[in-house]
């Protein structure tokens, strides 16, 4: 069965610093994985997905099937980056296609 | 274009009492999930819905939970007798046939007493 985890509950770090949150997944096919972000009283929301390899509001998360890690990061975080932050799982079994979400990590971005 | 709706946004129950959940997709999507997220938990998804057939209802406790989706666009979750670990955030999603970003609503918070 697969499992996301979020080693970390809560991280801050300082407006400038750079950050990166944890993710390590376990599913023994080919991995399809998410960050979602929730902003204070906002929505659920993607952020990037790992096959776009995409640059979102600074943030990037590359694949390490080795380690089975997609780590979250951004070289200098801003005090808007504050949200809770979910790493999630896409598989698909048969017609439907599912996400398994981590704990999450809710960050921190002091001025 | 409107965003996925969901109503109410908070209730409050006391055990054993039922609770419906309402929920509406974005127009055109396919398919709906129902997710359930305890305090300090990501989402669990609940059941997945494509157009009006379930496709994946394996994590939903059956004997209280039921849910429906008639004509293929919105969607009820029901509570049946509630227990006290039924409190949670209930979320409702939307994608496209196949489409890999899931687009969530608001939430429904429940506390049951």
């Known amino acids: 069965a697969q499992r996301v985890t979020q080693p970390e509950k809560l991280l801050s770090v300082f407006k400038g610093a750079p950050v990166e949150l944890k993710c390590n997944y376990s599913?023994?096919?080919?991995?399809?994985l998410f960050w979602y972000v929730q902003y204070s009283r906002q929505r659920l929301q993607l952020l990037l997905r790992?096959?776009s390899r995409e640059s979102i509001k600074g943030f990037t998360a590359d694949l390490n099937k080795g380690e089975t890690s997609f780590h979250l990061k951004k070289p200098f975080a801003q005090e808007e980056d504050s949200a809770m932050y979910y790493c999630?799982?896409?598989?698909?079994?048969?017609?439907?296609?599912?996400?398994?979400f981590g704990s999450g990590t809710q960050l921190t971005v002091l001025p | 274009e409107a965003g996925v709706a969901q109503s109410p946004r908070y209730k409050i129950i006391e055990k054993r009492q039922s609770v419906a959940f309402w929920c509406n997709p974005i127009?055109?999507?396919?398919?709906l999930y129902w997710y359930q997220q305890i305090l300090g938990q990501g989402p669990k998804l609940l059941i997945q819905?494509?157009?009006?057939?379930?496709?994946?209802d394996s994590q939903l406790p059956k004997d209280r939970f039921s849910a429906e989706r008639l004509k293929g666009v919105d969607s009820t979750l029901k509570i049946q007798p509630a227990k006290l670990e039924d409190s949670a955030v209930y979320l409702c999603?939307?994608?496209?046939?196949?489409?890999?970003?899931?687009?969530f609503g608001p939430g429904t918070r429940l506390t049951v007493l």
């Open positions: 999630a799982l896409s598989t698909v079994s048969g017609s439907a296609r599912q996400l398994t």
């Open positions: 819905f494509q157009n009006n057939g379930v496709v994946d």
């Open positions: 599913y023994s096919g080919s991995p399809e």
């Open positions: 127009s055109g999507h396919a398919t």
């Open positions: 790992h096959i």
């Open positions: 999603a939307s994608s496209l046939l196949g489409g890999d970003t899931q687009y």
